[in-house]
């Protein structure tokens, strides 16, 4: 063979060789990928949920001594994974207090000139989000409380109820009929009483009194929330839990009985009416009640119990997307135990896949992105969540008080659950609102071998919905419910700790694609998916 020849075969080789690597990088298959998954392996992932969802750890509940055991263990793997701290600590302070109904809470309507005032418990009781303050106002109709631009209704619409107190009715238009522009008989968002609530304070109210709708419901006793001082029955500890932070927005919210509304309204049945009217049209029929004015107070303590995020931070090495964050986490609390039970009986609500898993995995990354010879260009914050099980509370706290600035959050991977079902079949709550994530995702995918299912009207919320309200792209990674779920029996002998290092490394090539590439992520406008 002449030199020619033996120099041809030679750049052509080397060629072919850069072209291979070229395409391995653009499907992030890089050397980093190896490193990895020597890292996350089933006995590393057994080891960390294992740990998590031991009986010592009594369900990891919100805020308790066993929960910030968790928080240690979870702080110490990301100390050993070479993470750095932020603020000079691997744990972020999420504000908690005990919320206790104090002793003077009055309702009293004056109409007509004459005051009636109604006795708590029996005639109107507090709801736990309701706020430590005193309220004097005239009254408005709001019908359900609803702003649904997503199914083109709104009590609200024209009228206005700034510095006003307002009535609404619980549940939503056309509870029992399966052709309402709702949802049909499935219940929505908008059934609830905080979404009532949130949306009473949006559109500038003061102070809110809640009916059941006597259309479709008997009972009309104001049950509120039960409050152990109002019982002879209930553990005097059994009291509601909030962000401290919201204490301050938070109004005046009560349940009221059959004797407020026949002095609002003359009868039980001229409301019943009303929503007669509103669930046969679909058209509000809210109003300002004439000649009556309503003073209202509620009074709260509140004990802190504060708890933490745990988290942990690798500098990204590209001078310019250094200033950009992606953020991997998932919960890790769950809801502690049963206070009464034999001494022979299985108490102890364990969450190994709910979500000892999914942290496992939030864990496992993180020490397989400590393990690469190299920095991604952009930072990565890695984070364990308090107080999902209680409304989502540690990542309500975060975006409320971010480490870095929500701007600069290019996307949020959430893992909540990733231990259970089979093991080639994995949920994804993310195609419509985050397509170009999607996409990488299931380009990494190709590599690992799940069927990706996508579930966009999942059932339940988790950690990527606080994200996703201050419009950072997400990505949620979940294996599926069970019948274990919330139950003593989800223990760590049942999970599947091979399909939890999969779902990890699935995690990780995504997240190592994302943190490595300059381009902006979409999100659609995704509300009426959750």
Request: aromatic share 8%.
């Amino acid at each position: 063979m002449s030199n020619i020849k033996k120099y041809i075969i030679q750049i052509l080789f080397l060629i072919s060789i850069a072209l291979y690597v070229v395409g391995c990088a653009h499907l992030g298959f890089t050397s980093s990928n190896s490193t990895a998954d020597e890292i996350i392996t089933s006995e590393l992932m057994k080891q960390h949920i294992f740990t998590l969802a031991s009986d010592s750890m009594k369900g990891r509940n919100t805020p308790s001594p066993e929960l910030d055991s968790a928080a240690n263990y979870i702080a110490g793997v990301f100390k050993s994974s070479g993470l750095q701290t932020v603020n000079g600590s691997y744990f972020q302070k999420v504000g908690l207090g005990i919320i206790s109904l104090g002793d003077d809470n009055y309702l009293k309507i004056v109409k007509d000139g004459s005051e009636q005032s109604y006795k708590i418990k029996t005639e109107f009781t507090p709801f736990d989000m309701t706020g430590n303050k005193q309220v004097n106002a005239p009254i408005i109709f709001a019908g359900y409380g609803i702003t649904a631009p997503d199914y083109k209704y709104d009590d609200y619409k024209d009228i206005d109820v700034k510095g006003k107190i307002v009535f609404v009715l619980k549940h939503e238009p056309g509870e029992n009929d399966s052709s309402s522009s709702f949802e049909g008989v499935k219940e929505t968002d908008y059934s609830n009483v905080s979404e009532k609530v949130r949306i009473a304070i949006e559109h500038g109210a003061i102070g809110i009194l809640i009916a059941t709708d006597p259309l479709n419901h008997t009972s009309l006793v104001p049950r509120g929330f039960p409050w152990p001082s109002l019982s002879k029955t209930l553990p005097k500890d059994a009291l509601p839990i909030s962000l401290t932070a919201d204490e301050e927005r938070k109004i005046p919210v009560v349940q009221i009985g059959e004797e407020v509304i026949t002095q609002l309204f003359g009868s039980v049945d001229k409301l019943r009416k009303l929503q007669s009217i509103i669930d046969s049209t679909m058209v509000p029929q809210s109003f300002h009640i004439p000649n009556i004015s309503v003073s209202l107070k509620t009074s709260t303590s509140i004990k802190d119990m504060s708890t933490q995020n745990v988290v942990g931070y690798i500098e990204g090495s590209d001078p310019k997307l250094k200033d950009e964050v992606l953020i991997i986490g998932g919960h890790y609390d769950h809801v502690g135990y049963m206070k009464q039970h034999s001494d022979t009986a299985d108490y102890i609500f364990n969450g190994a896949d709910d979500n000892a898993s999914g942290t496992s995995a939030v864990m496992i990354v993180a020490q397989a992105f400590g393990a690469m010879g190299q920095k991604p260009k952009r930072s990565v914050l890695f984070m364990a969540f308090a107080g999902e099980e209680k409304g989502l509370m540690g990542s309500r706290s975060y975006v409320n008080k971010p480490l870095f600035p929500l701007d600069q959050t290019v996307a949020m991977l959430n893992i909540d659950m990733v231990g259970r079902n089979g093991i080639d079949s994995l949920y994804m709550v993310s195609e419509a609102a985050c397509p170009d994530l999607a996409q990488i995702n299931e380009e990494e995918n190709k590599e690992i071998g799940f069927t990706l299912v996508d579930e966009e009207k999942l059932l339940g919320g988790s950690d990527h919905m606080s994200f996703q309200k201050k419009k950072i792209p997400f990505l949620f990674y979940f294996s599926g419910m069970h019948s274990d779920v919330h139950q003593v029996t989800d223990g760590p002998k049942k999970i599947n700790t091979i399909k939890a290092a999969k779902a990890a490394r699935l995690v990780f090539r995504t997240a190592w694609r994302i943190a490595n590439e300059e381009k902006k992520y979409q999100l659609v406008d995704s509300k009426t998916l959750f």
